[in-house]
Structures are given as structure tokens and as C-alpha cells.
């Protein structure tokens, strides 16, 4: 099949070379000149396991191209996948901007039948605004063109999108027309095998499932550091809770690790905009705020844990600092719990030392150059006289190290981990003072 994809990021770039791997000819349309132009020369300018391979070999087999020429993209693909930014606005809602501007583009220069696919994600009753957009305009030409806007929502991990892609649990498609549905099937053959998993709705509860498949995760997580909470001051632990909950099926092992908060593009941001609909349609998200809020203080229990032990004054203290980013395998910073832990360190007057395999050169473009971040070669440099250690992102790199060099490294051997990587009872006796999550002391 030909098929464009406009906007290049996260979302685009995972489905277009995907969708390209199997065979069909891609065309990845962004308004970044410099994006494009990079993506041509060989630079893929995310951080996702497989994808450099998988683009750089499917654009030297003339599968994948990127573009920033909109018109011819449109012309091109009998299926155009709308899959650009839809920030937070101000007030939490997502922002359509970007989406709507797509529309308009299509609506201009659309001269045959298309099928319009909603990837991004968007607030319930998009496809119907992205409908009507592309109407206006072509009712504005005088022009009489059928189409027609599906709602496919992505549901893609970082780290792991490839394989979400190419493996997934479910393909969701919202549609109103029973003949898309057959173009739908065929476009997702490669991906749909063994079993059907192919899950055709009306458009509405398509956009919907997207949300609420976000925000029950994130209420997952949410509901667990508040045990953790709990656990911390009853004398339980929450490793052992997490264990003895998820072997029920009803429950579930997965999501339910307690930390220090949920971070990245999409819970934050998709809980938020699920609540604003609530409002919208008069009505109180009553679980869903209380999930934001869980994860706001969730982000603040490290601090207070460093700040409690250190008596309240942190000026001076070096704080060596193992994972940046929201999740191990991305350089994603967006809303990462390393954020506002680092900007509560130096607001006390500590410095930190940091390091992540991957995150370093986005942090470092997120705060500039600054005398309280030092970035380290390695997890072992990091160490060099600090006050303590602080694990908040678990990559595989730190799940087992040398304590002894770490006892050795430090000034105190303290150790405050976000993410309960660490045998309690081993770092005791070997005279650590170990602050984990929902553990005790
Ligand atoms: C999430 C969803 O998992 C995907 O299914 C969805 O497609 C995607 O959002 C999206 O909407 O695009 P992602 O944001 O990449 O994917 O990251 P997750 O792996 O879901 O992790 C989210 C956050 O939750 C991370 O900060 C992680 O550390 C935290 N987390 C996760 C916990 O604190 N505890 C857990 O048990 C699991």
C-alpha cells in the first residue's frame, strides 16, 4: 500500500518504518526542515531501540522517504496517518493545533478517495473535528470528494515501541464505515497474526479506550505508591504486597511497582486531558484526580527522604544521581521524577553528579550548563565523593552493582533508591543506610 504519515516524532516514525518493514512504500511528512533533512542523512533524532536499523533499511530498499512537502505526501498515500504533537494546553486539554492544521492541509489538496487515520492521541470527538475541518475546506474549493477519518489509537511503549508494533496486544480501529474496516484488515494483516486482534468500534469508544487504557495504568501505579506509603509506616514492605497481590490474575503483576512517580509523554499528560473531558461534559474525574495528585507527592518522597536524613540542611552536599530519564531504554525527560528531585536538591543548595546511558545530552539541553550538575562517564564516577547515593531510573546497569566500591566511593553509605532495585536485608548488614520505596528502613 502507499501510505503517509505526517509528523515525524515518537508515534510517526515507530509506525512509518513499521508499516514500511512489511512492505509497503512510506512517505513521513514533518514541518522540521532540520528534522528532515537529518532523517535523510541517516539520523534518527529519538532514542528507541531497532528503529536507526529499521529506517536506515527500509529507506535503502526506497520504502521510506521523509519529506517536508506536504501536497505531494497527500497525493501519495491512499492512507494518511495524522500523527503529530498534541501538547498540553494550559488548562491540562489536548492541544489540536497541530492536528487540525493537518486536516486543513488535507482538506486543501485532497483530490481522491483516503482513508485519514487518527494515531495521535486525542481527545474523544477529534475525528469528528478532523472531519469537519477537511469538509470546510473542500466545500471552500466547491470540490465533492468522498473520505474518510478512522480513529486507530497507538499504543506503543518507549524502549519496547518496535516490538508493541510489531507484536501488539490489539489493534484498535473506530470506524463508522464497514468498507474501511476491510482496508483496516489488510493493513494490519502482517501484525494481526495467530489469533484476530483486530478490534473494530464505533469512533468515540476508540478515542476513549486510548485514555482510559492510560489512565488505568497510571491509577495502577498511583494506588500502589499510596500502599507504599502506608506500608512504610505500618512496618510492611511493598515488594512483598506487590507479590502477594499480582499472582491474583484479576490483579496482575504488571504496573504495579511501587516508585517515585510515573513520568513521560503520555500518563501525565492523557490523565490530565481525560479529567478536563470529565469537566467539560460537568462532570468530576474523582479517581483520575486523585491519581495526578498521588503522583505530584509521589515525585516529592525522595526529597523528603534525602532531606529528613541530612537534618534539613542539604547546602553543600553531593549527591551522585544514577538514571535521568522517565523510564530505563529512552532519553525521553519529559515529566521525569529525576526533574524535580535535581531542582529541590539545587533549590536546597546541593549539587548532584549524574549519570544515564542514554539522557545525559537531553538533560543537558534541558538545563544548560550550571555549576551544581556534573555529568559522569559512568555510574562509578558518579560516586566519587557524594554524600549519598540516589537510584531513580532502573536500567539494567544498576540493578546489580558493586556495593563495595559504591561504600568505597561514597562519603556515607547511604543509598536512597526510587525504584526498590536492592535487597534490603544484604545492604544492611553490609552497614548501608538504604531509604527504598514502601520498605521501611
Ligand atoms: C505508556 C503506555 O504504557 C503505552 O501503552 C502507551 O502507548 C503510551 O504510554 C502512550 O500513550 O503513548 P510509556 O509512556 O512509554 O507508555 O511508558 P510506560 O512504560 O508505560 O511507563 C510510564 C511511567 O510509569 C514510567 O515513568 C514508569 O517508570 C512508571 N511505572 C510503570 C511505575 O512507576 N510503576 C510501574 O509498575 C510501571
Not at 516490538?163 to 484498535?172: A, K, Q, T, W
Not at 499510596?226 to 497481590?245: F, H, P, T, Y
Request: charged share 25%; with cysteine; aromatic share 8%.
Amino acid at each position: 500500500m502507499r501510505i503517509s504519515i505526517f509528523g515525524s516524532g515518537y508515534v510517526g516514525l515507530v509506525t512509518g518504518a513499521c508499516l514500511a518493514e512489511v512492505g509497503n512504500h512510506v512517505i513521513c511528512v514533518d514541518v522540521d526542515t532540520n528534522k528532515v533533512a537529518l532523517l535523510n542523512q541517516g539520523h534518527v533524532p529519538i532514542h528507541e531501540p531497532g528503529l536507526d536499523t529499521l529506517i536506515s533499511n527500509n529507506m535503502a530498499e526506497g520504502r521510506l522517504k521523509f519529506t517536508t512537502d506536504a501536497i505531494n505526501a497527500i497525493d501519495f498515500g491512499e492512507i494518511i496517518f495524522i500523527a503529530v504533537g498534541t501538547p498540553p494546553d494550559e488548562d491540562g486539554s489536548a492541544d489540536l493545533r497541530y492536528v487540525l492544521a493537518v486536516a486543513k492541509s488535507i482538506g486543501q489538496n485532497l483530490t481522491d478517495y483516503k482513508v485519514i487515520i487518527d494515531k495521535s492521541t486525542v481527545p474523544v470527538g477529534t475525528a469528528d473535528k478532523v472531519r469537519a475541518m477537511v469538509q470546510a475546506e473542500l466545500d471552500k474549493r466547491g470540490v465533492q470528494q468522498r473520505f474518510d477519518v478512522i480513529s486507530n489509537p497507538e499504543f506503543l511503549k518507549e524502549g519496547a515501541a518496535i516490538g508493541d508494533f510489531m507484536r501488539p496486544d490489539r489493534i484498535i480501529i473506530g470506524t463508522d464505515n464497514p468498507d474501511v474496516e476491510e482496508l483496516m484488515q489488510e493493513l494490519y494483516a502482517p501484525f494481526n497474526r495467530n489469533h484476530d486482534r483486530l478490534l473494530i468500534m464505533d469512533i468515540r469508544s476508540a478515542e476513549l479506550t486510548k485514555y482510559a487504557a492510560n489512565a488505568m495504568l497510571a491509577t495502577k501505579i498511583s494506588f500502589m505508591n499510596e500502599m507504599a506509603n502506608l506500608a512504610e509506616k505500618v512496618g510492611a514492605d511493598i515488594e512483598q504486597v506487590r507479590l502477594g497481590i499480582g499472582s491474583d490474575p484479576r490483579i496482575g503483576f504488571g504496573f504495579i511497582y511501587a516508585g517515585c512517580g510515573y513520568g513521560g509523554s503520555c500518563f501525565p499528560k492523557d490523565v490530565k486531558a481525560l479529567e478536563k473531558t470529565f469537566r467539560e461534559f460537568g462532570m468530576q474525574a474523582q479517581i483520575l484526580t486523585a491519581v495526578s495528585n498521588v503522583n505530584a507527592q509521589q515525585q516529592q518522597v525522595m526529597f523528603r527522604k534525602i532531606h529528613s536524613h541530612f537534618k534539613g540542611d542539604l547546602r553543600g552536599k553531593r549527591f551522585a544521581l544514577w538514571g535521568l530519564a522517565f523510564k530505563p531504554n529512552t532519553d525521553d525527560m519529559r515529566e521525569a521524577p529525576s526533574r524535580p528531585l535535581m531542582e529541590a536538591l539545587w533549590q536546597a543548595g546541593a549539587s548532584v553528579q549524574a549519570y544515564d546511558p542514554k539522557a545525559m545530552t537531553e538533560t543537558q539541553r534541558i538545563y544548560g550548563d550550571r555549576p551544581d550538575l556534573t555529568f559522569c562517564d559512568n555510574p562509578e564516577a558518579a560516586l566519587q565523593d557524594a554524600d549519598a547515593l540516589l537510584v531513580v531510573t532502573e536500567w539494567q546497569v544498576f540493578r546489580s552493582p558493586d556495593f563495595k566500591l559504591i561504600e568505597s566511593k561514597l562519603k556515607q553509605p547511604v543509598i536512597f533508591d526510587g525504584r526498590n532495585l536492592y535487597n534490603h536485608n544484604r545492604l544492611k548488614k553490609a552497614g548501608f543506610k538504604y531509604y527504598a520505596i514502601g520498605r521501611g528502613e
